[in-house]
């Protein structure tokens, strides 16, 4: 039975999972309810500092807001000569990264016994929806409110700026990134990856990979939660804010 608002704000204790694109604010508000005393499961550290240690430099200094270490491992496809990553290198890169988001998605509920009586928010990866496994997200939805913080198409190039500004780890499947690489190789001439600047390829495939993952957060927020405009998130003044917007959401 879907939950009505009332239902939702009666909880003694809630559970959510923010969705949404990178850049879009799941982070920031992830933290902001950390300090409201809500126990923060934020993904993208989990797998830096715990299902990546062993790879992953920098770990000690990462925190829920600094994911830089996970961030430079997981890297940029383009010429080694120019910060990039190989091609080779990458794709087994991506792989390991698929790998430990779906771990740590299937340990969300370890992460709700962790955080016993305390309400739970789950930080997730804007990868979240490139998840194939059908278990792992319907055993996420079925402990997890989920919350799709949808961005405003007059919010896309601010958050395209974010991404390049400050690179996130972004998977990309497989078929998307092998189809998009020879279409970027083809436009601009450029017989080999080492050829690639880096920061270049990111500016081109991000909107493509933010258009393509729109359709996948939603079926996903219709499936298991709401859908919030990201600004009106970003804007909630207290806990209390944010809660009656979910809580309006829901109807």
């Known amino acids: 039975m879907r939950l009505s608002g009332r239902d939702f704000l009666d909880q003694p204790r809630k559970a959510i999972t923010l969705i949404g694109m990178s850049g879009v604010g799941k982070s920031h508000t992830a933290c902001r309810l950390s300090d409201w005393g809500w126990h923060n499961y934020s993904c993208d550290y989990l797998i830096g500092t715990h299902y990546l ?17 996970l961030s430079d491992f997981v890297g940029q ?24 988001e779906c771990a740590v998605l299937r340990d969300v509920g370890k992460g709700l016994d962790a955080a016993a009586s305390r309400n739970f928010v789950n930080d997730s990866s804007g990868s ?4 194939e496994d059908e278990t792992i997200l319907a055993q996420v939805g079925a402990k997890t409110l989920f919350v799709y913080l949808k961005a405003g198409q007059e919010d896309h190039p601010a958050i395209l700026a974010r991404a390049v500004e400050c690179p996130k780890p972004l998977y990309f499947p497989p078929a998307f990134f092998d189809a998009n690489l020879k279409a970027y190789c083809s436009d601009f001439g450029i017989a080999r990856v080492g050829d690639i ?13 933010f258009q393509s993952r729109l359709p996948k957060y939603q079926r996903l927020a219709d499936r298991y939660g709401v859908t919030i405009p990201a600004a009106k998130v970003n804007a909630a003044a207290s806990e209390a804010d944010f809660l009656d917007l979910i809580a309006e959401a829901l109807g």
């Open 197 to 209: 600047t880096p920061g270049a390829f990111l500016s081109w495939i991000f909107p493509r990979l």
């Open 128 to 131: 979240l929806c490139e998840v």
């Open 53 to 69: 240690k062993e790879a992953v430099r920098g770990d000690g200094v990462m925190s829920p807001d600094n994911i830089a270490g």
């Open 77 to 100: 496809i383009g010429g080694e000569d120019k910060g990039g990553v190989g091609l080779e290198e990458f794709r087994r890169r991506q792989r390991l990264y698929y790998e430990a």
